[in-house]
C-alpha cells in the first residue's frame, strides 16, 4: 500500500507546471501566485454516493467532471483561470491507480483549459470523498458577472442545450435502450464529462451580460438564485428551452416531462444570463464567436422568485435534481 | 432537517465581513477578493476518525482547530491572513446546530486572526470531514519564506514548546491521570485549540529566517521536509526541544519516551526553522516581540536527510504521529 505521501509525490510528478502566475506550486507549505487585479475563488465537493457511483463512472471521467463542475463557476463570473487545488478523501478500496486515473482526468481539462493544479491534501476516508478549489482571476472587479446584476426588462438567455445531462444520468441509472448510439452517447458524455463554458462566460461578460450563474441545478433553481441576488422575478417561457438531441425520448422512454429534464436535473454546465435588450445582438455575437449558441427563454421582472411558465402562458412546477438522483440521491447543496 | 441549502445560508449569517480584500463573499457562484502582490494558498482535510474523534472534541473546538491547523500553513510562510473557504461533509447523525457550532468555533478564529471566511459548499456524507482552503498574500514573493531556502551551516531554531499536543491526545486517549490538573487542561488545550504563529511567522521572515516549516508532524517529519526541499541534511540535538509543562510526565504514565511526543507526536504547530548564524540575535529578538520563545535545537550540514542525536551525539529514532493515534489512525498526508 502506498503510503498518502508517497501517492502525494506520485500526483505532483504527474502535474503539469503552467501559468505566469504560479511561482510555487505543490510541495511547501502553500502555493504561491503572482496576485493581479482580483482573484475569484470557488470551493465544490463530490461525495461518492451522492454526487457519483463508482460503478456507473470511471476514475479518469470523474477527475475531468470534478474539475469540470469546479470550473463552471469560474466561467459563469466571466474569470480567467487561474490555480486548482484537489482533496482526496481515499477509502481503503482504492488504489494508489485509480487516484492517479483521477488526478489524470483532471489534468488533462486543466492542460486544456490553461489551469494549474497547484496543490491539495490526500487523507484516509470511509468513502471517495473530493473538494476542489479553483481560482481565476480577471484584471478588474468590473470585468466579473455576479448574479446580482440583473434588472426588469432584461433578457434571460441560456447557453447551449439542456436536458442531456439528465437524460445521461437516466440513461445510466435506468438502462434505458432503444436511442440511437451516437445520440446516447452524446447524453452519457453530457453527463459524465461536462464542459465548462469558460470562453463563452468571458466573451458574454464583455458583451454586456450582467447577471451570470452556471446550470449546475436547473435553469429553475440557478434562476431563482439570480432572481433573488438581483431582487427581481424571473420568467422561463419553458417552451423555449433548448433540448438536446435525445432528451425527448429518453424522457418518453423513462416516463417522464422532458421540461423537467431541461429545467430541473441540472449539471449542464450551460451559462444562464440576464442581459439588457440593447445588448441582445453582441451576446448572440459574441457566444456565437466562442463557439456557442444562445437561446432567449425568459425576461426579468418586477417582483420575487422563478416563474416557469409553459406555452399558454401559464405557471407550472418542473421536478428538480433529486427526483433524478436515484435512491441515494441526497441533494447536494449550492456551492459558494 | 434544516436543508443543505439553508444549512449554507445559515453558516453565511453567522460569518463576518472584514478585511478589505473581499469584494465578494460567499453567497455568489465564487468569491471575489482584491489581488496585490502574491496569493498563498493552501488546503487541508480533516476526517471523522482520522483526524478527530467526535467523542473527544466538540464541534466548537473542531471548528477552531481545522482553521488553526490550515492557517498554521501561512504562518509557516511568513503570509499575511486573507480568506478561509469551508467544505463540510455532513453525516446524517449530525444535526445543523452542530455545523453552526463547528463554523462558530471557526468564524471565533477567524476573527481574532483578520481571516474572512468566504464561502464554501455543504454536502451529505457517510462521516464528518472538513476540507479547508486558506488563502493569505504579501506584497512580494521576497517576503515569504518556503521549506527549500536553508543553507548548510544555518541554525535550526523552533518556537515554543513542543510535545504537548501529543500529550494532550494521550490524555485524550488513554485517560492518564495523577497530573496537576492545570497542567493537564493546558495539554489538553495545545491539543484541542491549536494556536498558530501567524505574528510570529511574519516576525521570523522578516528577521531573516530563509527556511520554515510548521510543525505539524513533529519536528523529525517536518525537518527533514526542510532537509529535503533545500537539499541538505539537518541535524536535531533532541535534548535541546523545549517540551512542554507536563509532558515528560505524561509521557512517563504512558510508557512512553518524552523525546517521542517532542519530536514525533505533532501537531504543536510551532515554527520549525533555518536561519544563518548571524541573524540569530535578531531572530530571537523578533520572536520575542512576537510572543515567542526561540530554541536552537540543531544546524543544517551538508547531505541528506534528517538527523535525530542523541547526548551522546549518537543517531537515534523517535516514533511518529501514527504510534500516538491509536487503533484508527492512519496518518494524515502532508498538505501541499
Given at each position: 500500500?502506498?503510503?498518502?505521501?508517497?501517492?502525494?509525490?506520485?500526483?505532483?510528478?504527474?502535474?503539469?507546471?503552467?501559468?505566469?502566475?504560479?511561482?510555487?506550486?505543490?510541495?511547501?507549505?502553500?502555493?504561491?501566485v503572482?496576485?493581479?487585479?482580483v482573484e475569484v475563488t470557488s470551493v465544490d465537493a463530490f461525495?461518492?454516493?451522492?454526487h457519483?457511483?463508482?460503478?456507473?463512472?470511471?476514475?479518469?471521467?470523474?477527475?475531468?467532471k470534478c474539475l469540470a463542475a469546479s470550473l463552471s463557476d469560474l466561467a459563469a463570473m466571466g474569470a480567467q483561470t487561474g490555480e486548482a487545488f484537489f482533496v482526496?478523501?481515499?477509502?481503503?478500496?482504492?488504489?494508489?491507480?485509480?487516484?492517479?486515473?483521477?488526478?489524470?482526468?483532471a489534468?488533462?481539462l486543466a492542460?486544456?483549459t490553461?489551469v494549474?493544479i497547484c496543490?491539495g491534501?490526500?487523507?484516509?476516508?470511509?468513502?471517495?470523498?473530493i473538494a476542489v478549489t479553483v481560482v481565476g482571476h480577471a484584471?478588474?472587479?468590473?470585468?466579473l458577472v455576479g448574479r446580482?446584476?440583473?434588472?426588469?426588462?432584461?433578457?434571460?438567455?441560456?447557453?447551449?442545450?439542456?436536458?442531456?445531462?439528465?437524460?445521461?444520468?437516466?440513461?445510466?441509472?435506468?438502462?434505458?435502450?432503444?436511442?440511437?448510439?451516437?445520440?446516447?452517447?452524446?447524453?452519457?458524455?453530457?453527463?459524465?464529462?461536462p464542459?465548462p463554458r469558460l470562453?463563452?462566460g468571458r466573451?458574454?461578460?464583455?458583451?454586456?451580460?450582467?447577471?451570470m450563474a452556471d446550470v449546475s441545478d436547473?435553469?429553475?433553481?440557478d434562476?431563482?438564485r439570480?432572481?433573488?441576488a438581483?431582487?427581481?422575478?424571473?420568467?422561463?417561457?419553458?417552451?423555449?428551452?433548448?433540448?438536446?438531441?435525445?432528451?425527448?425520448?429518453?424522457?418518453?422512454?423513462?416516463?417522464?416531462?422532458?421540461?423537467?429534464?431541461?429545467?430541473?436535473?441540472?449539471?449542464?454546465y450551460?451559462l444562464?444570463?440576464?442581459?439588457?435588450?440593447?445588448?441582445?445582438?453582441?451576446?448572440?455575437?459574441?457566444?456565437?464567436?466562442?463557439?456557442?449558441?444562445?437561446?432567449?427563454?425568459?425576461?426579468?421582472?418586477?417582483?420575487?422568485?422563478?416563474?416557469?411558465?409553459?406555452?399558454?402562458?401559464?405557471?407550472?412546477?418542473?421536478?428538480?435534481?433529486?427526483?433524478?438522483?436515484?435512491?441515494?440521491?441526497?441533494?447536494p447543496a449550492e456551492p459558494a
Amino acid at each position: 500500500m502506498t503510503s498518502e505521501f508517497e501517492l502525494l509525490e506520485q500526483i505532483r510528478a504527474r502535474l503539469g507546471r503552467r501559468g505566469e502566475r504560479v511561482l510555487r506550486a505543490a510541495g511547501d507549505d502553500a502555493a504561491v501566485v503572482r496576485g493581479d487585479g482580483v482573484e475569484v475563488t470557488s470551493v465544490d465537493a463530490f461525495v461518492e454516493g451522492v454526487h457519483f457511483r463508482l460503478g456507473t463512472t470511471s476514475l479518469l471521467d470523474l477527475g475531468h467532471k470534478c474539475l469540470a463542475a469546479s470550473l463552471s463557476d469560474l466561467a459563469a463570473m466571466g474569470a480567467q483561470t487561474g490555480e486548482a487545488f484537489f482533496v482526496l478523501g481515499m477509502p481503503s478500496h482504492l488504489e494508489s491507480q485509480e487516484a492517479l486515473e483521477l488526478i489524470d482526468g483532471a489534468e488533462a481539462l486543466a492542460a486544456r483549459t490553461g489551469v494549474a493544479i497547484c496543490g491539495g491534501d490526500v487523507t484516509a476516508s470511509r468513502e471517495l470523498f473530493i473538494a476542489v478549489t479553483v481560482v481565476g482571476h480577471a484584471s478588474r472587479e468590473a470585468e466579473l458577472v455576479g448574479r446580482d446584476g440583473a434588472r426588469p426588462g432584461d433578457a434571460i438567455g441560456v447557453t447551449g442545450a439542456l436536458g442531456g445531462a439528465g437524460a445521461g444520468l437516466l440513461l445510466l441509472e435506468r438502462k434505458l435502450g432503444g436511442l440511437d448510439p451516437d445520440v446516447g452517447s452524446a447524453l452519457l458524455e453530457r453527463h459524465l464529462r461536462p464542459e465548462p463554458r469558460l470562453t463563452t462566460g468571458r466573451a458574454l461578460a464583455r458583451a454586456g451580460v450582467r447577471a451570470m450563474a452556471d446550470v449546475s441545478d436547473g435553469v429553475a433553481s440557478d434562476g431563482e438564485r439570480i432572481a433573488e441576488a438581483s431582487g427581481l422575478a424571473i420568467e422561463i417561457r419553458l417552451a423555449e428551452l433548448p433540448l438536446d438531441e435525445g432528451v425527448a425520448e429518453v424522457a418518453a422512454a423513462a416516463g417522464i416531462d422532458p421540461l423537467d429534464l431541461a429545467a430541473g436535473a441540472g449539471e449542464d454546465y450551460e451559462l444562464l444570463f440576464a442581459a439588457p435588450g440593447d445588448a441582445r445582438a453582441a451576446v448572440e455575437a459574441a457566444a456565437e464567436a466562442a463557439g456557442s449558441a444562445v437561446s432567449w427563454i425568459g425576461r426579468a421582472v418586477e417582483g420575487a422568485g422563478i416563474r416557469l411558465l409553459d406555452e399558454a402562458g401559464n405557471p407550472r412546477q418542473v421536478r428538480g435534481w433529486d427526483h433524478f438522483r436515484g435512491p441515494s440521491g441526497d441533494r447536494p447543496a449550492e456551492p459558494a
